[in-house]
């Protein structure tokens, strides 16, 4: 007979496998089972499609625009078989469709849509600024009263919430386009590539579609460059890159958390 941790053990490895046949965890539950007229592959497999069922739930609740792009039907199909290699590995969903990014990189069915990885990516994103720590943003009036002189040697901690996805397809475009319930337009993918820049100012993400300049300024400032060095490379990249423009976006957007300044000053 089972201990109850055995009995545990060996029923969630069966239901997690692709099928009865497959899983040896299910052959010390037969002797469990009692005799009767519907076989045990088929009452195990009850438990396994529901399992599976509310996994592709859940990938469908935090892939809505990758479901809209491909179809419901589809999705769920597809569903089953990002599952046969990406079963949750914790006690938790947290974390869980990690992988689907690039598992629709490499999925057949899916080459006439090159950038659904990316989008699959962008949303990721979004539920890891929607779901980041709530610590509070500094606002300008904390930035009013450094002196001029002390801006250059400046560095900025980012607020948890930022989070940026640059793909050579029009993410962006595509995934504003796929968001409502109302017919997408037409989308160009010979436009050229996106970054996409997830600000949570007031609880609520935004996404906004940012310049090389602003990206590379991101970059750096995450990187833990001085303002001044984050400037320079800004506009290395973009000459049409604007700091205030940049700023604006990033202090309205809750984007800084903290303001360093160089211990040589002040």
């Known amino acids: 007979?089972?201990?109850?941790?055995?009995?545990?053990?060996?029923?969630?490895?069966?239901?997690?496998?692709?099928?009865?046949?497959?899983?040896?965890?299910?052959?010390?539950?037969?002797?469990?089972?009692?005799?009767?007229?519907?076989?045990?592959?088929?009452?195990?497999?009850?438990?396994?499609?529901?399992?599976?069922?509310?996994?592709?739930?859940?990938?469908?609740?935090?892939?809505?625009?990758?479901?809209?792009?491909?179809?419901?039907?589809?999705?769920?199909?597809?569903?089953?078989?990002?599952?046969?290699?990406?079963?949750?590995?914790?006690?938790?969903?947290?974390?869980?469709?990690?992988?689907?990014?690039?598992?629709?990189?490499?999925?057949?069915?899916?080459?006439?849509?090159?950038?659904?990885?990316?989008?699959?990516?962008?949303?990721?994103?979004?539920?890891?600024?929607?779901?980041?720590?709530?610590?509070?943003?500094?606002?300008?009036?904390?930035?009013?009263?450094?002196?001029?002189?002390?801006?250059?040697?400046?560095?900025f901690d980012l607020h948890a919430a930022v989070q940026t996805v640059s793909s050579s397809f029009p993410i962006w475009s595509i995934w504003q386009a796929n968001r409502g319930e109302e017919k997408p337009g037409a989308i160009d993918l010979s436009a050229g590539g996106e970054t996409v820049l997830l600000l949570r100012a007031e609880l609520v993400v935004e996404a906004h579609n940012i310049t090389q300049g602003i990206a590379v300024f991101v970059g750096e400032i995450d990187q833990g460059m001085p303002l001044g060095v984050a400037v320079e490379r800004a506009q290395q990249a973009s000459s049409a890159f604007d700091l205030t423009q940049a700023l604006h976006l990033l202090l309205t957007g809750g984007a800084f958390s903290r303001v360093l300044r160089s211990p040589n000053v002040g």
């Open 1 to 155: 007979m089972l201990s109850l941790l055995e009995f545990q053990t060996s029923f969630g490895t069966a239901v997690r496998s692709r099928s009865s046949a497959d899983s040896i965890a299910a052959d010390p539950l037969r002797e469990m089972v009692c005799d009767v007229d519907i076989p045990f592959e088929r009452r195990l497999d009850v438990y396994r499609n529901n399992i599976h069922a509310s996994l592709i739930d859940a990938l469908a609740s935090a892939f809505p625009v990758v479901v809209r792009l491909v179809g419901v039907e589809f999705f769920r199909a597809m569903g089953r078989e990002f599952l046969r290699e990406h079963m949750p590995k914790l006690g938790t969903l947290i974390g869980f469709g990690g992988a689907m990014p690039d598992f629709l990189d490499e999925f057949g069915p899916v080459s006439g849509l090159p950038y659904l990885g990316d989008v699959a990516r962008l949303e990721l994103a979004w539920l890891a600024s929607y779901h980041a720590a709530d610590d509070a943003p500094i606002g300008t009036d904390e930035l009013s009263v450094i002196p001029p002189e002390e801006m250059p040697d400046l560095r």
